[in-house]
């Protein structure tokens, strides 16, 4: 084994979120050429029927030529969603049997209309 084998399982810098059934684990390793990147893996832990319990895992390979990018997307997705529904984490506040209400009061009080499948029109790239 050569020494790639024993950096890859060494530990460069790590970080964990812990977040109800969701943890997050941040970790920093090497490729073969020794450089940097970063794994973002999702573990959310289900529970059986018998009570016993497994992990479900999802992986994220970010290189740092993405780095830039990436962070521009996150940013600019997490800022809508903070603009547009606050920080309040709604799903919390709802019990198991809530049902969404049949028509959503706008920040005015105007009522919002869900608009129909016929009021679509299609969008050829020249409109854009």
């Given at each position: 084994m050569g020494?790639?084998?024993s950096r890859d399982n060494e530990e460069i810098f790590s970080k964990v979120l812990r977040a109800g059934r969701r943890t997050y684990f941040f970790?920093?390793?090497?490729t073969k050429a020794g450089d940097y990147y970063l794994t973002i893996t999702e573990s959310k832990k289900f529970t059986n029927d018998?009570?016993?319990f497994h992990f479900k895992k999802h992986k994220i390979y970010l290189?740092?030529?993405d780095f830039a990018g990436f962070t521009e997307i996150l940013n600019e997705m997490t800022g809508y969603i903070l603009d547009e529904k606050g920080e309040e984490v709604i799903s919390d506040r709802h019990q198991s049997d809530y049902q969404r209400p049949e028509s959503i009061v706008d920040k005015d009080g105007t009522p919002e209309v869900?608009?129909?499948?016929?009021?679509?029109?299609?969008?050829?790239f020249e409109d854009i």
């Open positions: 020494d790639y084998d970790d920093v390793r090497s018998d009570g016993s290189y740092k030529e869900t608009p129909s499948a016929e009021s679509f029109t299609d969008v050829n």
